[in-house]
């Protein structure tokens, strides 16, 4: 393959200018006038929180590589240090397109109904009073001036955390020499609220934390001449490296790592665009980073501050409608046992709610009859009741195995602290896998039955979270199947015991065979082109980057394989490139929810197979997770998900579609033809759906009658 990347760069798309490219998107949707103006400030804040973690993760590893010494071109041809160049050019730009879009269009549009957020010099003088007197009592006992010369050091600021950086007058010496100007810092607290309302006036109006303060540093630097005063931000290196050096557990690896990443590299510095030379000259100094790692912005640093305007009360107007999830058990009073043993469950979230499987696990822990739960966990909710129910299963003696991902990016220190919660109930908690992420979505549990030991399980798509579960678009199935309940154990017992990689009938694990599988599907097709047959395959997925993946797509496409592909995120395959992939079809979509589910289809000459899994096709997920793949083998549960992958591909509202060139554009309507909106289709076939069920299950049955009357 290195051959063939080395000869023929153009046929690929660079992975950190596609995830740019995705975010460029994302800020379109923040652009969109027909978008409600509550949505537009989330999609906005959205979009500078993921360039936060594109720095803090990819630049960063850019950095390391070139300092490495690494020239090795990827994929499309760059280098790493032709990659940051790029990177760094088109990361400014956005920052300058989010910034104008900020204040020339949502601020304003905010004001306008009531929501402000006013500088000091906006303030009349009797709310500048008030707050004077809040900096007095509540602000002030924080705050710790912090002074930068030969014997006090410059501190060590946490990433993404906001300070106030002063350059003060020389102090008087009687030295003929200039001592020039010295540095301090004030660290915005985290623990108050940023956005501090202004009583009063009428509407919600706010004034920035960091705004009072700057107003009063004079107070906290008594006799000394301020020259200026700024806010800034610095982010972090987040890369956690292992080695094992001293038989360290997983557990152990992490914690360290956590705390080598509080002092890693800087990979950018935002300052208020106020800024004068001579202060950025001081913080590169101190912080040791080049003028291209600064960014200066015209507007409040860190705008992830706007978030909490998104959740005020009064302005339903301003937002979508609410999501009203269908709960597929609604009006079944039975227990999710007993409808398991009669029918399998296959949740399209967030349509349909994630209850039934919260349901599943808090049954399990007050069942006197549940003997085992096995689970695994990547990322969980603050509080989540789905922790509560494990705890209070292990608490009642029930057999409870976690298998936590520690390692899960910034998740980590969360998940140590819930992970050892559980420990303390007895419950057994594995910390992931040593060399592997644990990515897999899958929870067994086993229970007595009058027939014997069941089992019951659930394979999803997403992460165990009820409140992303309301946000992302993903897949679950609740079954009894025997033959997928043995996989499961096996995949278990390989994770938590001593065994060879499973030989498995139906799931398909990674990193041991999710790639030979894929492999073998897409050639399939391409064979079956080749002998003059239809052939065909659509998939769904987060980001598609996996070269052997790509050239296999290559491969099938030249032998005439109708290929369509949603990739929500990043796409290094370039579509529509003539003698390569003319057959190929890429779209991306960005909506109200995050699209997030797996979905693999292939034609397979007629003889239809439908995959969901946790992977994308990324190297990561083929070869360095655990990964679980599951076919959807029930005739309504495959027409349902082929349903929605469909309906993806129609969509002429939130559609982007991939050209050869790299450029994504919206999706054309021909005159007259009505708009689909692919999330509102769904939601709208998830609502029909359950209203068919309802009556369905409202049929009585009386005796003497031949028919079932209503």
Not at 440 to 462: D, E, F, N, W
Not at 545 to 574: P, T
Not at 606 to 618: K, T
Request: some cysteine.
């Amino acid at each position: 393959m290195s051959a063939r990347r080395a000869q023929d760069p153009s046929l690929f798309i660079n992975r950190e200018l596609s995830w740019l490219a995705f975010n460029e998107r994302v800020l379109e949707e923040a652009a969109d006038a027909t978008v409600p103006l509550l949505e537009r400030v989330k999609f906005a804040v959205i979009t500078a929180s993921n360039l936060d973690e594109f720095f803090m993760v990819r630049v960063a590893g850019l950095k390391r590589a070139i300092e490495e010494e690494e020239t090795a071109p990827d994929l499309s041809g760059l280098t790493p240090g032709q990659q940051l160049t790029a990177v760094r050019a088109r990361a400014q730009a956005f920052v300058a397109s989010l910034y104008r879009l900020t204040s020339e269009q949502l601020l304003p549009a905010l004001a306008k109904h009531g929501i402000r957020i006013l500088t000091w010099r906006e303030l009349d003088a009797s709310h500048q009073s008030a707050l004077s007197a809040f900096f007095r009592d509540a602000v002030q006992p924080v705050l710790t001036p912090l002074a930068i010369d030969v014997s006090r050091p410059f501190p060590l600021l946490s990433s993404l955390t906001l300070n106030l950086a002063l350059r003060l007058a020389p102090a008087p010496t009687e030295a003929d020499e200039d001592p020039g100007p010295r540095l301090a810092i004030v660290q915005v607290p985290t623990g108050l609220t940023r956005l501090v309302q202004v009583a009063g006036p009428a509407g919600f109006t706010y004034v920035l934390l960091e705004d009072i303060i700057r107003e009063h540093l004079p107070q906290l630097f008594p006799g000394q001449t301020i020259l200026e005063s700024v806010v800034i931000r610095l982010a972090r290196d987040a890369e956690l490296e292992f080695d094992d050096e001293g038989g360290r557990t997983q557990l152990e690896l992490v914690e360290r790592e956590l705390k080598r990443r509080r002092r890693s590299d800087v990979v950018r510095l935002d300052v208020e665009s106020s800024v004068s030379p001579e202060l950025v000259d001081l913080l590169q100094q101190q912080l040791d980073i080049e003028a291209e790692e600064v960014t200066a912005v015209p507007g409040p640093v860190d705008l992830r501050v706007l978030m909490g305007l998104t959740d005020l009360a009064g302005f339903e107007a301003l937002r979508e409608p609410p999501l009203q999830p269908v709960n597929v058990l609604a009006g079944e009073h039975r227990d999710v046992f007993s409808v398991l043993d009669e029918r399998d469950l296959l949740l399209h979230h967030p349509y349909e709610a994630f209850d039934p499987v919260l349901a599943l696990v808090a049954q399990a822990a007050d069942d006197p009859d549940v003997l085992a739960i096995k689970q695994t966990l990547y990322r969980v909710s603050p509080g989540s009741p789905l922790i509560e129910s494990l705890q209070r299963a292990a608490d009642r003696n029930k057999q409870v195995t976690v298998l936590v991902e520690v390692t899960a990016r910034f998740d980590e220190e969360r998940n140590i602290r819930w992970a050892r919660s559980l420990e303390a109930s007895g419950a057994h908690v594995i910390y992931g896998v040593r060399g592997f992420k644990t990515h897999a979505k899958m929870c067994l549990i086993v229970r007595r039955s009058p027939q014997g030991l069941r089992r019951y399980l659930h394979l999803g798509t997403g992460n165990y979270n009820e409140r992303t579960a309301r946000l992302y678009t993903d897949f679950g199935l609740m079954t009894t199947s025997r033959t997928l309940c043995d996989d499961a154990a096996a995949v278990f017992s390989a994770l938590t015991g001593y065994s060879d990689p499973p030989r498995l009938k139906k799931l398909v694990m990674a990193p041991t065979g999710l790639r030979q599988r894929f492999l073998k599907l897409i050639q399939r097709e391409q064979r079956r082109a080749e002998a003059g047959q239809p052939a065909e395959i659509a998939a769904k997925m987060n980001s598609l980057i996996d070269v052997e993946i790509i050239e296999a797509l290559y491969a099938a496409s030249r032998a005439g394989v109708r290929i369509r592909l949603n990739v929500r995120g990043i796409c290094a395959l370039r579509p529509g490139v003539p003698g390569h992939s003319e057959s190929i079809k890429v779209v991306s979509i960005v909506d109200r929810f995050l699209e997030h589910s797996r979905i693999y289809y292939f034609l397979n000459g007629g003889d239809e197979e439908v995959y969901l899994a946790s992977a994308d096709w990324m190297t990561r997920n083929l070869d360095k997770r655990i990964e679980i793949m599951f076919p959807v083998e029930e005739a309504g549960h495959r027409a349902k998900v082929l349903s929605a992958l469909q309906t993806m591909f129609r969509d002429t509202v939130k559609a982007r579609w991939l050209g050869a060139d790299g450029v994504y554009r919206r999706a054309k309507r021909a005159k007259g033809e009505a708009p689909v909106r692919a999330q509102q289709v769904l939601q709208d076939e998830a609502r029909r759906a359950a209203a068919v069920e309802r009556d369905r299950t409202d049929v009585t049955f009386h005796p003497g009658r031949s028919e079932p009357a209503r």
